[in-house]
């Protein structure tokens, strides 16, 4: 399970160095990656999280409330997307659901 995991956190830290240097047209082939991958892979939190950050990059809020949301139904006991769901609601949204 271990080299899984690496390979997972190895495949999102790819990911992630390849969309903050690709120009803006291909960004959007970024977003299918990473959502084609997140639902392929639906345990990388990272995944998840980059493609929520993504959509917070394009002020798509709602569209990175729903990813989260997706993700922690999938993983619901994962502490890092409970912070990030916080989180997307303290900078974007209410601050009282956020509490």
């Known amino acids: 399970m271990d080299r899984?995991?690496?390979a997972r956190s190895t495949f999102a830290q790819?990911?992630?160095k390849?969309?903050?240097v690709l120009p803006i047209k291909e960004k959007?082939?970024?977003?299918?990656?990473?959502?084609?991958f997140s639902f392929d892979c639906f345990q990388c939190i990272p995944l998840w999280c980059m493609t929520?950050?993504?959509e917070l990059h394009q002020n798509n809020v709602t569209k990175a409330r729903s990813t989260i949301e997706k993700a922690r139904l999938r993983n619901p006991q994962n502490p890092e997307l409970w912070r990030k769901?916080?989180?997307i609601e303290w900078e974007h949204g209410s601050?009282?659901?956020?509490?």
């Open 4 to 6: 899984l995991d690496d």
């Open 14 to 16: 790819a990911v992630k």
């Open 18 to 20: 390849c969309y903050q």
């Open 28 to 36: 959007t082939s970024c977003k299918v990656i990473f959502t084609s």
């Open 52 to 54: 929520a950050d993504f």
């Open 85 to 87: 769901a916080i989180l």
């Open 95 to 99: 601050k009282d659901q956020a509490k």
